[in-house]
């Protein structure tokens, strides 16, 4: 493999030791997940829900709605998993952005349109008219992004498609996981988005919510899930066959260490469908609706797992003999986790008030 392009070990020593700065990595990308899932997932459950039918406008206007602050701390949270992988692997991530910088920066312009589409679609449902076309076409630029973002991740992994790439900005899609890892990534959003549109719907619907047309977006939600999971499923295995040979041999052969979190978590997701399939009525069925979005939580932190241990062995030959010095700074550190720590509570605890709390219309409420 040439290693001409790999630019050099960054001499500045890491602030603090790399095994805390991987924990960390993990803990806030997988925060920064939920809401990207959310967002995707539920713009796709939006655009495909339509208007027909028990409880499809509520979960239109559910996600539409959710989506006004849910994009938003998906982008905040995504700061943090990032900063982390700066300092880590910031020598291949930044040279996979540069090497495709045009749809890297096209991302932005993605993300800004699809944003203020929501706010567009939120306003004419508001007003009581059809925002299907917005939707669909704010769906499209989040389907898009989820794209860009597997396209950049699988090229840091593999600096021997660099110079290929620098030649032919195409190229990058050539990657046989490319689809298989997209797919992965959209169902997981889409499964997530539907089991918490279950979970809402029976949540409203036990304070005394209209029980018709919950339960019809209650429906809706988990056979969303149920689908995406199983389509997920499949497409798992395919994408463990579509990885390069050597790295997946290499990735079996890290005994319990690899192996664990993906059992653990394909077991998850079995679990997961075999409940979702047990689901006829999930207003009288809390309980497994609960279960669902507990496993989903579940399955996520042992996938995101078994992702970041799958990009070490990846990149074990590209960073063969490196070697980092260490100066850690506890005072900036120490304050980052304090901050941090604040900033989840205060978002938490935006996020029960704004569920518990919900005013009714009218300009009393107001």
């Known amino acids: 493999m040439s290693t001409s392009l790999i630019p050099a070990l960054d001499p500045a020593p890491l602030p603090g030791p790399p095994w805390l ?177 279950a979970f809402v719907a029976v949540r409203r619907a036990a304070r005394g919510g209209d029980a018709h047309s919950l339960q019809g977006m209650a429906r809706f939600g988990v056979k969303a899930a149920l689908i995406a999971t199983l389509l997920q499923l499949v497409d798992g295995f395919w994408l463990l066959l579509s990885m390069p040979e050597d790295v997946l041999r290499a990735f079996m052969r890290g005994g319990a260490a690899t192996m664990a979190p993906l059992g653990i978590g394909i077991l998850a997701g079995v679990l997961l469908l075999v409940v979702l399939a047990q689901i006829s009525d999930p207003l009288a069925q809390a309980t497994k609706v609960r279960r669902v979005a507990e496993l989903i939580v579940g399955a996520m932190v042992f996938m995101i797992v078994t992702r970041h241990e799958l990009r070490d062995v990846y990149l074990a030959r590209a960073r063969a003999g490196e070697q980092v010095t260490v100066a850690p700074q506890w005072g900036p550190l120490a304050l980052f986790l304090v901050v941090f720590v604040l900033c989840v509570g205060l978002t938490i605890y935006a996020l029960v008030r704004a569920a518990k709390e919900r005013p009714s219309p009218g300009e009393e409420a107001a």
């Not at 459950?45 to 409880?55: H, I």
């Not at 602050?69 to 291949?92: D, E, H, K, N, Y």
């Not at 096209?106 to 993300?111: A, I, K, S, T, Y």
Request: net charge positive; hydrophobic share 60%.
């Open 21 to 197: 700065f991987q924990v960390l990595w993990v803990l806030t990308f997988f925060i920064h997940l939920l809401f990207v899932n959310t967002a995707l997932g539920g713009t796709l459950l939006a655009a495909f829900a339509g208007a027909a039918g028990a409880g499809r406008r509520e979960v239109r206007s559910f996600f539409v709605e959710v989506n006004s602050w849910g994009i938003s701390f998906a982008i905040t949270f995504g700061i943090a998993p990032l900063l982390f992988m700066q300092v880590l692997l910031g020598r291949f991530f930044y040279t996979a952005t540069i090497l495709v910088g045009w749809a890297w920066f096209g991302m932005l312009v993605l993300l800004t349109v699809g944003y203020y589409l929501n706010y567009v679609a939120k306003f004419r449902l508001r007003a009581g008219k059809d925002a299907a076309a917005v939707v669909v076409l704010e769906a499209a630029c989040f389907v898009a992004i989820a794209g860009i973002q597997v396209t950049v991740n699988l090229l840091h992994l593999q600096p021997g498609r660099w110079e290929q790439v620098a030649d032919r900005a195409w190229a990058a899609l050539g990657d046989p996981s490319f689809l298989p890892r997209f797919l992965h990534f959209v169902l997981a959003a889409v499964a997530m988005a539907g089991a918490l549109a």
